[in-house]
């Protein structure tokens, strides 16, 4: 990535800046206080001239060689470890911001896919709301080609008389009930006949049973039974075809003369 290299480039810069200045720094301070040094073990040598103690000469030889030795090898030493641990205080903050970057960019990636999960969820909801559509308006269609419930529902009943709507009821309602049972079957929701009483328990499911009348209070109730209520004891969907348009309840038809 750009980002990784510019902040590896600068990053190494701003180490290296402050390390010189602080290698310059001790390499002075050292050369300093070897010039001390020097200047009191020469001091000490003038002074010992004339003892004629080898012990002392000696001595005075040792920590002469000794200070060359550093005033030689000191900076370049001093200034290989600055830079050692330098070096590796670069790769230490190089890997630590690399591993953040790719953090954050997966974290990115994450979050935009979220959209996409949520357009799935959205898509599959549409498809389910039109396959309940289609299976609506095919029992719909089920109930027109068997029984022409919506043809009746169509006809304007005030120009008729009650006992031709109640013939044409009867065929309807023969038709329309073989074409429901073609798809489902049915029965009560409770074993009670209407009129029937009735006590409802205190878990009972509203869902299940719908209470009227007079409620008050906490259950049990006490009741009549006024409706037993209808619930699926088996039901075939159809497998729908994608051929046709699910809005078509009942294709039109034309005699061809």
């Not at 550093?70 to 205080?89: N, Q």
């Not at 429901?180 to 009670?192: D, F, G, H, Q, R």
């Not at 006490?222 to 994608?242: E, Q």
Request: aromatic content about 10%.
């Amino acid at each position: 990535m750009d980002i990784i290299k510019a902040y590896s480039r600068r990053s190494l810069f701003w180490i290296i800046f402050p390390i010189s200045f602080l290698c310059m720094l001790v390499g002075s301070a050292f050369h300093f206080a070897m010039s001390v040094v020097s200047e009191k073990v020469l001091l000490l040598f003038v002074a010992q001239a004339n003892a004629k103690l080898p012990e002392t000469k000696a001595f005075i030889d040792q920590v002469s060689m000794i200070t060359d030795v550093l005033k030689v090898w000191f900076v370049p030493i001093s200034t290989g470890v600055f830079f050692l641990v330098g070096l590796f205080l670069w790769f230490f903050l190089y890997r630590s911001f690399s591993n953040l970057i790719k953090e954050a960019d997966l974290e990115s990636k994450k979050k935009g896919a979220e959209p996409v999960k949520k357009t799935s969820v959205n898509v599959d909801k549409k498809e389910k709301k039109e396959d309940d559509t289609r299976l609506f308006l095919h029992l719909m269609s089920a109930l027109q080609r068997e029984g022409r419930l919506m043809d009746f529902f169509s006809e304007d009943l005030d120009e008729y008389e009650d006992e031709q709507i109640g013939a044409a009821v009867r065929s309807i309602h023969d038709n329309c009930r073989k074409a429901v049972a073609k798809y489902l079957t049915s029965k009560a929701v409770i074993n009670e006949e209407e009129g029937d009483e009735i006590t409802v328990q205190p878990d009972f499911d509203p869902g299940t049973i719908k209470l009227t009348g007079n409620v008050t209070g906490e259950p049990p109730f006490k009741g009549v039974v006024r409706h037993r209520g209808w619930k699926v004891a088996r039901i075939d969907l159809p497998t729908l075809s994608g051929s046709r348009d699910p809005n078509i309840i009942a294709p039109a038809e034309v005699e061809i003369l």
